[in-house]
């Protein structure tokens, strides 16, 4: 359909808006480079004409491809991690950017007159962004992968707050131009999208991709059977038939049982609507699933896609093997009241915000770290079906009904992460006790390094390099630094090193055979300390011995340093295999998991805070979840907490951040429970469809 003259100019205005304002908004970052905020907007800019120029009908698979552009366009350096970055950077975008992005998008489809336009498809939405930012990390210098990811996560930040009010300057622009929004509908029309086979992998419009594969299996209508309606979700049932329903499932959710209801013109009057569920003397410990065919409604309604959606929604929460049991049961106590809203509502499936999606995402995050065979009466699950219960009682479908549950359910939240976080304040001191020996092998880790540089022999840089390196640490533990015990250690290898220096004048040996004694009884203490064996502890002494007969017998000129050996580097150690150990400190007893030898935390912040919580591998132990209780500031070591599980550890942050790449860790608050329910049914049913 062709564009009206118009709508060129308000395109084109649009456009020049968008990049100069993005422009701005990037300078202001002071985060990248002026070529660089020209590749982005060059990226942004060739995003929008291609949105633009493309008059065709989105498929299935553009829409399921969704967000994963960016990755494609990145497999061919060999870059997935990057791709994969750049790929979860545009969704929490789409994400952040919430009502102001979707009422662009509603405009844009008006404008376009375009109503299949996917919403992925925003030609402002942050895929447009993405697209720049390949050339972004070379115009700005960023050469390594850690520096490019670095990079992100500035950029990340401040996009998150600064997207927004661009979004909303855009909307206000289109609005003032009279373009209005296109009205919302759950579906696209019947003869969209015909096939799921392409792809069946998840998206963050899953839900787009769930209804439209539902829809595509609607059967053809007669000509003139469809609704005039210009909605797409437009019902083929009666008004009648809907409100009959709706009256019958209500009194079915007041009455705490099923029945037995028919729904008039649709099935038989002695039929009844749900058979599968409401059979005498049916019982499963599984929750059942309503979908339309159990609710006698014609496969040609399209609110049958609606329902329907919702149920593959509720299979994938049911079968999550993470959730508790309990919390399954309380969540399928409320099918009936998401049932009544996804048939008069069709914004469950495309706000984000939602009350009645949130309730469900709150639910699962009050219940983070329950065991899966948590007891129903465990406090959490009872207020919860509480909550439930009183939820189901309340009368009316709409999202005021949901919002006031809300309230609750974060004071729920709230209250745990406090009781979690007063639980953290008891390990305090243990905590500081880690960080004290973290800050203790950094001290160590810069005398020795300091120590080889002076290029000692290879045996005596072995034994600087391992074994006094442990006394160190041991002597630092026992008697703290800066102790008189730690400085002797510390001054006995100034003393060795000076040893070994050639001795050309009779103050010089004299001095040495004065400081020896002394220094080899200190090295003998640590070398005990340390564990070495004692035919290793000879043999270096001997070697020591062998070096200071060399400086005595050394005339002005001559070295003994190395003499004929190249110089050895200070050794750069592999962080290694991660150790645990464990501190106690009365009836508390705290997990440390750490490396073998001392490592710097990671140069880029932590994704986490206090009071997330994180689902990880530690030990042989198996996966864990556990919420932050506490982060050290100095060295950023984490302690998880979970009272349910006995869970009390404190992480090398370093070793979080491995896992959280190589994906066995993974942040479990801020979640949607829907959200991802959405994608596992969507990747399920593009599955059957593939195999069918």
């Known amino acids: 359909m062709a564009i009206h003259s118009d709508s060129f100019d308000i395109l084109r205005n649009c456009r020049l808006l968008y990049i100069r304002r993005l422009g701005a908004l990037l300078q202001d970052s002071h985060l990248v480079s002026g070529p660089a905020i020209a590749a982005i907007q060059d990226g942004a800019g060739a995003y929008f004409d291609e949105v633009i120029a493309t008059n065709k009908r989105g498929n299935f698979a553009d829409e399921v491809d969704g967000l ?61 962004i993405c697209r720049g930012l390949d050339t972004l990390f070379g115009a700005a210098g960023a050469g390594s992968l850690d520096d490019k990811l670095n990079l992100l996560d500035q950029f990340e930040a401040y996009l998150r707050q600064n997207l927004p009010p661009l979004y909303t300057e855009l909307n206000a622009f289109l609005e003032n131009a009279g373009i209005d929004t296109a009205q919302p509908a759950i579906v696209t029309a019947p003869g969209g999208p015909t096939s799921a086979r392409e792809n069946p992998a998840a998206t963050s419009d899953a839900l787009a991709g769930l209804q439209q594969l539902l829809a595509a299996r609607l059967p053809a209508m007669p000509q003139g059977a469809v609704s005039t309606s210009s909605s797409a979700a437009a019902s083929l049932l009666s008004q009648s038939a809907l409100e009959q329903l709706m009256f019958r499932l209500e009194a079915l959710e007041r009455l705490g049982r099923f029945g037995p209801p028919v729904l008039p013109g649709s099935t038989p009057a002695s039929e009844p609507m749900m058979p599968a569920l409401f059979a005498d003397g049916s019982v499963s410990e599984a929750p059942k699933i309503i979908r339309s065919s159990e609710l006698g409604i014609p496969k040609s309604a399209t609110e049958s896609v609606a329902i329907d959606t919702l149920a593959m929604i509720f299979e994938a929460i049911f079968a999550d093997p993470e959730l508790p049991d309990a919390l399954k049961a309380i969540i399928s106590s409320l099918q009936i009241k998401l049932l009544k809203m996804a048939m008069k509502d069709s914004t469950l499936f495309t706000d984000s915000t939602h009350p009645a999606r949130l309730v469900l995402d ?69 905590l500081e006790q880690l960080d004290r020996q973290d800050v203790q092998a950094s001290r160590v880790t810069q005398i020795i390094r300091a120590m080889l540089q002076k290029n000692p022999p290879e045996p005596v840089h072995r034994f600087l390099d391992r074994t006094w390196r442990q006394a160190m640490l041991h002597i630092g533990r026992e008697a703290g630094p800066d102790s008189p015990p730690w ?90 295999e991660p150790v645990s150990s464990q501190l106690r400190s009365g009836d508390l007893v705290l997990l440390s998991f750490d490396f073998p030898e001392p490592q710097s935390p990671p140069a880029r912040a932590p994704a986490y805070a206090p009071g997330d919580w994180i689902a990880t591998m530690l030990g042989d132990g198996g996966p864990c979840t556990g919420m932050v209780g506490r982060i050290s500031p100095d060295t950023r070591r984490v302690l998880l907490l979970n009272p349910e599980t006995g869970l009390a550890a404190a992480v090398h942050p370093a070793i979080l951040d491995r896992q959280f790449r190589d994906g066995s860790a993974e942040i479990r608050s801020g979640r949607s429970l829907f959200d991802l329910a959405a994608q596992r049914a969507l990747g399920q049913a593009g599955k059957q469809a593939g195999d069918s």
């Not at 002797?488 to 004694?517: G, H, N």
């Not at 564990?531 to 502890?537: A, C, I, K, R, T």
């Open 68 to 128: 994963t552009a960016s990755r494609i366009t990145l497999l061919a350096e060999d870059d997935l991690e990057l791709g994969i970055r750049l790929d979860n950077l545009t969704a929490r975008l789409f994400d952040n950017s919430g009502d102001s992005l979707w009422k662009l998008h509603l405009r844009f489809v008006t404008l376009l007159r375009r109503p299949e336009l996917p919403k992925s498809d925003n030609p402002v939405g942050p895929k447009g």
């Open 362 to 430: 709150r639910m699962a995050e009050a219940a983070q770290g329950l065991p899966r065979d948590v007891s129903p009466r465990h406090p959490v699950c009872v207020r919860l079906f509480e909550l439930a219960s009183r939820l189901r009682l309340e009368p009316g479908n709409d999202k005021d009904v949901f919002a006031t549950t809300l309230g609750d359910l974060d004071t729920l939240i709230v209250h745990r992460r406090e009781q979690i976080a007063a639980d953290a304040a008891r390990y305090q001191p243990l």
């Open 487 to 576: 400085q002797e250690y510390a001054a006995a290898i100034d003393e060795l090193l000076w040893s070994f220096l050639p001795k050309t004048a009779a103050e010089e040996r004299k001095q040495l055979a004065q400081r020896v004694p002394p220094m080899l009884r200190t090295l003998k203490a640590g070398m005990e300390r340390a564990g070495l064996p004692n035919s290793e502890q000879e043999a270096f002494l001997d070697t020591c011995f062998q070096l200071q007969t060399q400086a005595l017998r050394a005339t002005a000129g001559t070295s003994t340093e190395n003499a004929g050996s190249p110089p050895v580097e200070p050794s750069d150690r592999a962080p290694g």
